[in-house]
Protein backbone atom coordinates (compact mmCIF):
# COMPACT_ATOMS: atom_id res chain seq x y z
CA UNK A 1 0.00 0.00 0.00
CA UNK A 2 2.68 2.40 0.56
CA UNK A 3 4.45 1.69 -2.34
CA UNK A 4 1.31 2.59 -4.33
CA UNK A 5 1.07 5.83 -2.34
CA UNK A 6 4.52 6.49 -3.30
CA UNK A 7 4.59 6.15 -6.47
CA UNK A 8 0.79 8.05 -6.92
CA UNK A 9 2.34 11.08 -5.84
CA UNK A 10 5.94 10.77 -7.79
CA UNK A 11 3.13 10.18 -11.32
CA UNK A 12 1.41 12.71 -10.94
CA UNK A 13 4.74 14.93 -10.90
CA UNK A 14 5.77 13.17 -13.22
CA UNK A 15 2.48 13.63 -15.60
CA UNK A 16 3.01 17.59 -15.31
CA UNK A 17 6.65 17.66 -16.51
CA UNK A 18 7.15 15.19 -19.07
CA UNK A 19 5.51 12.57 -21.18
CA UNK A 20 6.07 8.53 -20.63
CA UNK A 21 5.09 6.46 -23.65
CA UNK A 22 5.09 3.16 -22.49
CA UNK A 23 5.64 -0.52 -24.59
CA UNK A 24 4.93 -4.17 -23.41
CA UNK A 25 4.19 -3.52 -20.20
CA UNK A 26 2.32 -7.19 -20.73
CA UNK A 27 5.38 -9.08 -20.71
CA UNK A 28 5.88 -8.24 -16.71
CA UNK A 29 4.58 -11.24 -15.59
CA UNK A 30 2.38 -11.31 -12.52
CA UNK A 31 4.94 -12.48 -9.80
CA UNK A 32 8.11 -12.37 -9.31
CA UNK A 33 10.85 -10.97 -11.69
CA UNK A 34 14.04 -8.87 -12.23
CA UNK A 35 13.49 -6.12 -14.42
CA UNK A 36 16.53 -4.95 -16.01
CA UNK A 37 17.20 -1.87 -17.66
CA UNK A 38 20.36 0.41 -19.19
CA UNK A 39 20.65 3.52 -16.79
CA UNK A 40 21.53 6.43 -17.83
CA UNK A 41 20.67 9.80 -15.82
CA UNK A 42 19.44 9.65 -12.02
CA UNK A 43 15.57 9.65 -12.97
CA UNK A 44 15.89 6.49 -14.67
CA UNK A 45 14.64 4.38 -11.28
CA UNK A 46 11.74 6.85 -11.19
CA UNK A 47 11.00 6.75 -14.65
CA UNK A 48 10.85 2.59 -15.10
CA UNK A 49 8.80 2.20 -11.95
CA UNK A 50 6.58 5.51 -13.30
CA UNK A 51 6.07 3.14 -16.24
CA UNK A 52 5.19 -0.16 -13.92
CA UNK A 53 2.96 1.81 -11.85
CA UNK A 54 1.22 3.57 -14.60
CA UNK A 55 -0.19 -0.26 -16.49
CA UNK A 56 -1.18 -1.63 -12.94
CA UNK A 57 2.67 -3.91 -12.43
CA UNK A 58 3.07 -2.38 -9.16
CA UNK A 59 7.29 -1.85 -8.32
CA UNK A 60 8.38 -3.40 -4.89
CA UNK A 61 11.75 -2.39 -4.88
CA UNK A 62 14.97 -1.27 -6.35
CA UNK A 63 18.59 -2.42 -6.17
CA UNK A 64 20.27 1.06 -4.92
CA UNK A 65 23.96 2.01 -4.03
CA UNK A 66 24.31 2.13 -0.57
CA UNK A 67 25.95 5.69 -0.44
CA UNK A 68 21.78 6.59 -0.86
CA UNK A 69 21.25 5.17 2.61
CA UNK A 70 23.95 7.52 4.49
CA UNK A 71 21.65 10.84 3.06
CA UNK A 72 19.05 11.45 5.93
CA UNK A 73 15.84 12.29 4.73
CA UNK A 74 16.43 10.96 1.40
CA UNK A 75 17.17 7.48 3.01
CA UNK A 76 14.24 8.01 5.28
CA UNK A 77 12.25 8.42 2.19
CA UNK A 78 13.47 4.98 -0.02
CA UNK A 79 14.42 3.06 2.71
CA UNK A 80 10.52 0.73 2.29
CA UNK A 81 11.41 0.30 -1.39
CA UNK A 82 15.01 -0.28 -1.51
CA UNK A 83 17.79 -3.11 -1.19
CA UNK A 84 20.98 -1.25 -0.83
CA UNK A 85 24.25 -2.73 -2.28
CA UNK A 86 27.72 -2.06 -1.44
CA UNK A 87 29.10 -1.37 -5.24
CA UNK A 88 32.06 -1.31 -4.02
CA UNK A 89 32.58 -5.10 -3.02
CA UNK A 90 30.80 -8.61 -3.19
CA UNK A 91 27.82 -7.56 -1.21
CA UNK A 92 26.44 -10.84 -0.19
CA UNK A 93 23.81 -9.81 2.39
CA UNK A 94 22.34 -7.43 -0.50
CA UNK A 95 22.31 -10.09 -2.86
CA UNK A 96 20.51 -13.22 -0.24
CA UNK A 97 18.03 -10.43 0.39
CA UNK A 98 17.35 -9.58 -2.98
CA UNK A 99 16.59 -13.56 -3.80
CA UNK A 100 14.47 -13.81 -0.43
CA UNK A 101 12.38 -11.00 -1.93
CA UNK A 102 12.18 -13.05 -5.58
CA UNK A 103 11.39 -16.10 -3.95
CA UNK A 104 8.83 -15.05 -1.71
CA UNK A 105 7.36 -13.48 -5.47
CA UNK A 106 8.47 -9.91 -5.56
CA UNK A 107 9.96 -7.65 -8.24
CA UNK A 108 12.90 -5.64 -7.73
CA UNK A 109 14.56 -3.29 -10.42
CA UNK A 110 18.09 -3.38 -11.52
CA UNK A 111 20.08 -1.71 -12.95
CA UNK A 112 22.59 -4.50 -14.26
CA UNK A 113 25.85 -2.57 -15.31
CA UNK A 114 25.88 -1.02 -11.87
CA UNK A 115 25.99 2.28 -12.41
CA UNK A 116 24.89 5.29 -14.61
CA UNK A 117 27.00 4.98 -18.03
CA UNK A 118 27.11 7.61 -20.79
CA UNK A 119 24.67 6.81 -23.50
CA UNK A 120 27.55 6.19 -26.11
CA UNK A 121 29.68 3.93 -24.04
CA UNK A 122 29.92 0.12 -24.76
CA UNK A 123 29.32 -1.49 -21.23
CA UNK A 124 28.90 -5.28 -19.26
CA UNK A 125 26.51 -6.20 -17.07
CA UNK A 126 27.74 -7.02 -13.74
CA UNK A 127 26.79 -11.00 -13.18
CA UNK A 128 25.47 -10.52 -9.96
CA UNK A 129 22.47 -10.45 -11.88
CA UNK A 130 22.98 -13.43 -13.53
CA UNK A 131 23.80 -15.17 -9.93
CA UNK A 132 20.24 -13.92 -8.43
CA UNK A 133 18.57 -15.14 -11.44
CA UNK A 134 19.77 -18.13 -11.48
CA UNK A 135 19.38 -18.58 -7.55
CA UNK A 136 15.87 -17.45 -7.19
CA UNK A 137 14.40 -19.06 -10.60
CA UNK A 138 12.59 -15.43 -11.21
CA UNK A 139 12.32 -14.17 -14.80
CA UNK A 140 14.13 -11.38 -16.23
CA UNK A 141 12.38 -9.30 -18.08
CA UNK A 142 14.84 -6.50 -20.28
CA UNK A 143 13.84 -2.92 -20.18
CA UNK A 144 15.17 -0.14 -22.66
CA UNK A 145 14.72 3.42 -21.20
CA UNK A 146 15.46 6.12 -23.61
CA UNK A 147 19.00 7.21 -22.96
CA UNK A 148 21.00 10.33 -22.20
CA UNK A 149 20.38 12.79 -19.52
CA UNK A 150 16.64 13.53 -18.40
CA UNK A 151 15.72 17.29 -17.61
CA UNK A 152 12.10 17.80 -16.81
CA UNK A 153 12.65 21.39 -17.07
CA UNK A 154 12.74 20.82 -20.85
CA UNK A 155 9.24 18.71 -20.73
CA UNK A 156 11.00 15.70 -22.26
CA UNK A 157 8.79 12.72 -24.15
CA UNK A 158 10.26 9.66 -23.13
CA UNK A 159 9.77 6.09 -23.86
CA UNK A 160 10.28 2.56 -21.82
CA UNK A 161 10.10 -0.39 -23.52
CA UNK A 162 9.96 -3.95 -21.75
CA UNK A 163 10.74 -6.83 -23.80
CA UNK A 164 9.76 -10.57 -23.18
CA UNK A 165 10.78 -12.56 -20.08
CA UNK A 166 12.81 -15.17 -19.97
CA UNK A 167 14.59 -17.74 -17.62
CA UNK A 168 18.24 -17.17 -17.49
CA UNK A 169 20.10 -20.28 -17.14
CA UNK A 170 23.37 -22.00 -16.64
CA UNK A 171 25.07 -23.29 -19.66
CA UNK A 172 26.30 -26.62 -19.18
CA UNK A 173 30.36 -27.13 -19.72
CA UNK A 174 30.67 -23.74 -18.66
CA UNK A 175 32.59 -22.37 -15.01
CA UNK A 176 30.39 -20.73 -12.84
CA UNK A 177 31.90 -17.53 -13.68
CA UNK A 178 32.43 -17.72 -17.51
CA UNK A 179 28.43 -19.24 -17.12
CA UNK A 180 27.25 -16.45 -15.42
CA UNK A 181 29.37 -13.84 -17.56
CA UNK A 182 27.34 -15.40 -20.77
CA UNK A 183 24.08 -14.59 -19.18
CA UNK A 184 24.77 -10.80 -18.40
CA UNK A 185 26.25 -10.19 -21.48
CA UNK A 186 22.89 -11.80 -23.21
CA UNK A 187 21.00 -9.89 -21.15
CA UNK A 188 22.40 -6.33 -22.29
CA UNK A 189 22.06 -7.87 -25.63
CA UNK A 190 18.72 -8.28 -25.34
CA UNK A 191 17.93 -4.81 -23.71
CA UNK A 192 19.49 -3.01 -26.48
CA UNK A 193 18.03 -4.84 -29.32
CA UNK A 194 15.19 -3.26 -27.81
CA UNK A 195 16.35 0.43 -28.44
CA UNK A 196 14.30 0.70 -32.04
CA UNK A 197 11.28 -1.33 -31.10
Do not use: W
Request: net charge positive.
Amino acid sequence: MLNKLYFYIVSVFFRIFCRIKVTGAENIPEGSAIICSNHTSMLDPLVLAIAMFRKRRFMTRFMAKAELSRIPVLSFLIKPLVVFVDRGKSDRAAIIDTINLLRNGKRIIIFPEGTRVNSNELSRAQTGVALMAVKSGAPIVPAYLTAGKKNLLRFPKLRVVFGEAYHAEKEEGLSTSRAYRKIADDLMERIFSLKDD
